[in-house]
């Protein structure tokens, strides 16, 4: 049997928020004020309150967060970080930046990392592995 699962159909998540969404642009724009505006640091705040830590950090894309969170964890030169070979370039490249050394395995038939090729790529080098969803 063959199932089809579609993507995502931004149109409809977006007609459903469409006015919220719209304000929110229209008043960032009236103000000025592109970056770093209250509701980031609201955003941020009610975060870190919802996951139980002091900080959060809001960044603008999926590759920044993977960076800090390396950098976070003390990635760098000399390190290994295992990730799939079926992802999007940022996960890659953010294994780069830190300095480090991207391993990349296959993933399985269910198109999930393969546990055991991960069992058999984790070395002393390896100082963390990036699971990631579908493409990355």
């Known amino acids: 049997?063959?199932?089809?699962?579609?993507?995502?159909?931004?149109?409809?998540?977006?007609?459903?928020?469409k006015?919220?969404?719209?304000?929110?642009?229209l008043d960032c724009l009236g103000r000025?004020?592109?970056i770093y505006r209250q509701e980031l640091r609201d955003f941020e705040d009610h975060l870190a309150a919802f996951v139980g830590v002091k900080y959060a950090v809001g960044v603008n894309?999926?590759?920044?967060?993977?960076?800090?969170?390396?950098?976070g964890a003390g990635v760098g030169p000399g390190d290994e970080v295992i990730t799939v070979a079926h992802t999007f370039v940022a996960t890659v490249s953010a294994i780069i930046h830190c300095g480090a050394t991207p391993v990349l395995i296959e993933v399985g038939p269910?198109?999930?990392?393969?546990?055991d090729q991960l069992e058999r790529a984790v070395t002393r080098r390896t100082k963390a592995v990036i699971p990631v969803h579908l493409n990355g």
């Open 32 to 34: 000025g004020q592109l």
């Open 61 to 71: 894309s999926g590759y920044h967060a993977l960076h800090f969170s390396l950098l």
């Open 19 to 25: 006015p919220e969404i719209d304000q929110a642009i």
């Open 110 to 115: 269910d198109y999930n990392m393969d546990p």
């Open 1 to 17: 049997m063959t199932y089809r699962v579609p993507f995502i159909d931004a149109r409809a998540h977006y007609a459903k928020l």
